[in-house]
Nanobody
Framework: QVQLVESGGGLVQAGGSLRLSCAGSGRTFSSYIMGWFRQAPGKEREFVARISRGGGTYYADSVKGRFTISRDNAKNTVNLQMNSLKPEDTAVYYC?????????WGQGTQVTVSS
């Protein structure tokens, strides 16, 4: 059974940093695309960042230059380093993975940025 578990969320002041981690189990994720999405209250879930099996990265314009996605295939983990956080980054952040598309999802971790 594939499982993704996020950690690292919390409350931070604007301008601060957080590092999210996502641990995968039940499958070897080294050949999977892995990514992060977020959903703010009253809004639809939106794409944040993804990393390919080869390490190529892609970011939403809203986080480019502030967030960095990385993966550790040996540990089946994907991380999201978030710097220069803004109140509009407040959301539940979800980890996702899959061989061609995002078939598997975590339960989410709350990130709250105070002004």
């Amino acid at each position: 059974q594939v499982q993704l578990v996020e950690s690292g969320g919390g409350l931070v002041q604007a301008g601060g940093s957080l590092r999210l981690s996502c641990a995968g189990s039940g499958r070897t994720f080294s050949s999977y695309i892995m990514g992060w999405f977020r959903q703010a209250p009253g809004k639809e879930r939106e794409f944040v960042a993804r990393i390919s099996r080869g390490g190529g990265t892609y970011y939403a314009d809203s986080v480019k230059g502030r967030f960095t996605i990385s993966r550790d295939n040996a540990k089946n983990t994907v991380n999201l380093q978030m710097n220069s956080l803004k109140p509009e980054d407040t959301a539940v952040y979800y980890c996702a993975a899959g061989p061609q598309s995002f078939d598997y999802w975590g339960q989410g971790t709350q990130v709250t940025v105070s002004s």
